[in-house]
């Protein structure tokens, strides 16, 4: 595993996006550095997950070490001139208002869904259906409790805007220890982790975009991956417990 040493002037404080991982900037690649238990290797387990799928929209994350710390590197998927926009920047910007707070005032996920969807194109004239189907769907494997909106968007070059690719799954499969401490089982940290994006279950998320649901994932070559990269994670654990859970939703055939 490369270890670099980044100074702290690369060091980037994120107001919007937050997380729990320290992140750095240099040359065009975004370094992670883990503060709150194993975020790289969720990131990297997803990044799997999703080489070994039908996605082709994705960041893709390597393990390595920053300062010694164990860490995840991606390169920056933004072009010379682009800027990413939180869906909640977005709302606030075009109606002064807080998205989170609209939506969980529909009580139906299936109208959050849509009044999401129906607000970015009114907005932007991108039709993010897909894009949201995608991550709910993935959500729903990977068990992400922090996608919220504000990491959560779009991309703008100041004349026309573009959809992102999937990225951030740092707190993916129980990997963060302040919500998920590392002596708990897999069953327990199940219990405990709950979805943010447009309803407090996976399960419902899923439910409201399954019509357009696409995610398939080839499980074999899959497990051979996760075989040869011989991780000892509690990560590895759950997502090899969520594979058999929806396996017949997810396996390809």
């Not at 894009?131 to 004349?159: A, C, E, V, W």
Request: charged letters at 25%; proline letters at 2%; glycine letters at 6%.
């Amino acid at each position: 595993m490369e270890n670099y040493s980044i100074s702290e002037l690369y060091k980037v404080v994120s107001r919007d996006s937050g997380g729990s991982q320290n992140k750095y900037y240099r040359d065009g690649i975004w370094y992670k550095q883990d503060t709150a238990g194993e975020e790289s290797v969720a990131e990297y387990i997803a990044s799997l997950v999703l080489k070994h799928s039908n996605m082709d929209k994705y960041v893709t994350y390597d393990m390595c070490e920053i300062n010694g710390r164990r860490s995840c590197k991606s390169i920056d998927f933004l072009e010379k001139g682009e800027s990413f926009i939180s869906l909640h920047k977005l709302y606030m910007a075009a109606y002064h208002k807080v998205l989170a707070e609209d939506v969980f005032c529909l009580g139906n996920v299936e109208d959050r869904f849509h009044f999401i969807v129906n607000v970015i194109k009114n907005t932007t004239c991108l039709d993010l259906t897909e894009y949201f189907s995608n991550i709910f769907t993935l959500d729903m494997l990977l068990l992400n409790p922090d996608r919220h909106f504000k990491n959560m968007g779009i991309i703008y070059n100041g004349q026309e805007y573009r959809k992102a690719p999937l990225f951030d799954h740092g707190q993916s499969l129980g990997a963060n220890w302040n919500l998920c401490p590392p002596d708990l089982s897999v069953q327990e940290c199940l219990d405990k982790i709950q979805s943010c994006s447009i309803a407090g279950s996976f399960e419902m998320q899923f439910s409201a975009v399954k019509h357009t649901h696409t995610l398939s994932i080839d499980y074999d070559s899959l497990m051979g991956d996760l075989a040869v990269a011989q991780i000892n994670s509690r990560v590895i654990e759950i997502l090899k417990y969520q594979l058999e859970r929806y396996k017949k939703i997810f396996k390809k055939r």
